[in-house]
């Protein structure tokens, strides 16, 4: 199964990072979704254990997880990550 959205070099590189330096069980994947509030929703990604609404995704050996009921949000978006005078983070930008 192909993998809904992108996930960028620069971004797989800070995941893999923060896997190998921040402590995250092997058994964590990389979760990426939407997490709705009071104004809409917001993209999420974070580390987590699959569940069994999850639909499971692997690239270069990374495993990814996304929410059946979220897939239909981030289909076609990109993934990137950014350092700038302002912070550093994680972008969401929709590429379709």
Known sequence: MSLPLDITPLALQEIRNIKANKGIPSEYALRIGIRGTGCGASFLIGFDKPKPTDEIYETDDLQILIDKKHLIYVVGIQV?????????GFTFTKTT
Not at 80 to 88: M, V
């Open 80 to 88: 990137d990550f950014e350092e700038t005078q302002e912070g550093r």
